[in-house]
């Protein structure tokens, strides 16, 4: 059954959220600005993503955009605003931000980016926080902050982790726009799909993950995958053997085992 959003999520101005086949979408709907992010914008995917976290009916998440632009990066006037803040109010925006890359990256079910256009500064750091990316091959992306006397600074502790050093200086320090077909072989996206068919195939994808994978699984794989990397060797040893024994007591696994010695071929969307 079909989610129904609550009235607080049907006010939203920026940000649709819809589940449909257990696949929750959150959509950029600020297409008249190229989807740019101002402190309202980032403040209503916090809570799109919160609701879709809790929506049982939603089993993956697509961050998606209307229009021709995923995400400009941020609002021309909402800089402007932010030359007039004291460092008090711009530690208490920057935090806003953080706040909410941290969300994504540390959600408990995976989030798949459909970019159907260019993908820039903050944006190109919203596609960067997803699990998954598809982009269309004319999309670009480029973190542009260095051009403008700016710093990609949050970003940079998950642009890290997912490209490397070398990568992530190449585009940190350069600020280069580059095209998909280069943000792919940086591992910044994962998959390359003609426009008119990326909605179909982010679609499948998803579905995909949904009747083939556990969701608890995905679960306990994404926060061991954040986790690690912050661990000393022999502490992160001892926490995946921990979970790899909690894994074996669990429902989902009982049932997979059952099924994989049973021949029986097992769909998790239900």
Known sequence: MDNMPTQELEDLRYIRYEAQNSIGYITLNRPDKRNALNADMVSELKQAFEFAEDDETCKVIVLRAEGDVFCAGADLAYIQELQGFSYTDNLADSTHLMQLFHQIYTLNKVVVAEIQGHALAGGCGLATICDFAFAAPEAKFGYTEVKIGFLPAIVSVFLLRKIGEARTKQLLLTGDVISAHTAQEFGLINYLVPREEL????????????????????????????????????????????????????????????????????????
């Not at 009982?254 to 239900?270: C, M, P, Q, V």
Request: proline share 3%.
């Open 199 to 270: 909605s179909a195939k982010v679609h499948q994808f998803a579905r995909r993950l949904c009747v083939e994978n556990s969701a608890q699984s995905m679960e306990l794989t994404k926060e061991m995958l954040a986790r690690i990397p912050e661990m000393p060797l022999e502490d992160s040893l001892r926490y995946t053997a921990q979970l790899n024994a909690e894994a074996r007591g669990t429902l989902d696994c009982r049932r997979g085992i059952a099924g994989f010695l049973s021949k029986e071929k097992i769909t998790w969307d239900n």
